[in-house]
């Protein structure tokens, strides 16, 4: 079995994807809307365009003729995507999922009006004026994120009614599209964080992975960590709420879906049609297959007996703090220094402010404090540093 596999959004997360799938004997065109992005640095054969631009989407896919196409980012086309599910290409996980998660308000309207699932009141907006009304139908505290964005861009929580028109600003600056709609969402005094990675298949049974601990600063992972201990009550009703979403969209993948655990309960909070940048503690071998090796399966159709817990372990990222190009690394001797530390470096060609640039893993027994874990994992990505070539306007 060889496949054509076009990966659309060629960042870390798709670049672990494409190592998965060429130890499998695939073959990958990775598209971006840069040169010499992560996946495409190990993929077959590469394109640059603007994925929103929908007839430069469809030439490189008739150019191309791709067996299966994987989305990696929010900003395509996805509407193109029911048309080559038409024509005998399969969409990672299905058009409708592709299509309705790379929009906050179909998926929470799906989650929320459809399904019943548990979620923070919430209101949308489409101008200032709409956003101000909002807040006051929310309250204060609330979060405003666009309908279209990842890692934290363009999410703001608001504390204040000063504070309203600077984050409608800030919403536009950071929204990926054309779509100026926001989210606004009551602001949820959660005491844990989670991503519950769900595996839907061809032909086989939905699974589970143990629970991912994650910690958000600017709307973006900071680091995260397996097994997350949560009550078994929790846990099941986590997966109940997962099944249900991932069941309603359809399709063979991974998903990260994420929830807040508070006092009075969980909520669903978002969910993610592919590999979640908190699954990247995978990597430090906490399961018998990462979560990029249990897409390569899922998307290919190939046999996941089983997820079991191998070990603990911790992620921390590791940020450029500055912008500039050809970036190098120093402090790794000593990242590496502790038994169970590992390192992942992405490639990206340019840096900028807070740019996710590698990841710090530490693993252990499956015993082990997972707390201390976390510890030498933020040491170790601290040891790190980011250096460039001359400064450049962010890109």
């Not at 695939?26 to 603007?50: F, G």
């Not at 608001?158 to 599209?177: C, I, T």
């Not at 006092?263 to 906490?286: I, K, N, Q, W």
């Amino acid at each position: 079995m060889r496949k054509t596999i076009m990966l659309l959004g060629s960042g870390e997360l798709g670049k672990e994807f494409v190592i998965a799938v060429k130890r499998l004997g695939q073959r990958v065109i990775a598209v971006d809307s840069y040169n010499d992005a992560p996946a495409q640095q190990v993929a077959d054969e590469r394109e640059v365009i603007d994925m929103l631009d929908g007839k430069a989407l469809d030439a490189i896919v008739a150019r191309h003729n791709p067996d299966i196409i994987v989305p990696e980012i929010e900003a395509i086309r996805t509407e193109r995507f029911y048309d080559y599910e038409e024509r005998g290409i399969q969409v990672v996980p299905s058009a409708r999922a592709a299509n309705f998660t790379m929009n906050r308000k179909a998926i929470r309207d799906l989650a929320a009006r459809e399904l019943g699932l548990r979620t923070a009141a919430y209101r949308y907006a489409s101008s200032l004026d709409e956003l101000r009304d909002a807040v006051a139908e929310i309250g204060l505290p609330c979060v405003v994120k666009p309908l279209m964005s990842s890692s934290g861009k363009g999410q703001s929580t608001l504390w204040s009614e000063a504070d309203v028109e600077k984050a409608w600003n800030y919403s536009q600056s950071g929204k990926r599209g054309d779509i100026a709609e926001v989210i606004v969402e009551a602001y949820v005094t959660f005491h844990t964080e989670i991503t519950l990675l769900t595996v839907t298949q061809k032909n086989g049974p939905t699974l589970f992975c143990p629970p991912i601990g994650h910690r958000q600063e600017r709307g973006d992972y900071q680091e995260s960590w397996q097994p997350c201990p949560i009550g078994q009550e929790h846990l099941a009703e986590a997966q109940r709420m997962a099944g249900r979403v991932t069941e309603a969209l359809g399709g063979a993948g991974i998903w990260g879906v994420e929830f807040f655990l508070a006092d009075d309960g969980l909520y669903f909070s978002e969910l993610s049609p592919r590999p979640h940048d908190t699954g990247m503690v995978t990597l430090a071998g906490t399961q018998n297959l990462s979560e990029f090796e249990l897409h390569a399966r899922a998307v290919l159709g190939l046999p996941i007996p089983e997820i079991t817990l191998q070990r603990a372990g911790a992620s921390a990222v590791i940020l450029a703090d500055r912008s500039g190009t050809n970036p190098h690394y120093t402090g790794l001797c000593e990242a590496l220094e502790k038994p169970g530390s590992d390192l992942r470096i992405f490639g990206k060609p340019v840096t900028r402010p807070f740019r996710r640039m590698g990841v710090a893993l530490m693993s252990g027994d499956a015993g082990v404090d997972v707390v201390t874990l976390r510890q030498q994992a933020v040491a170790n990505a601290a040891k790190v540093r980011v250096e460039c070539g001359d400064d450049v306007s962010e890109r």
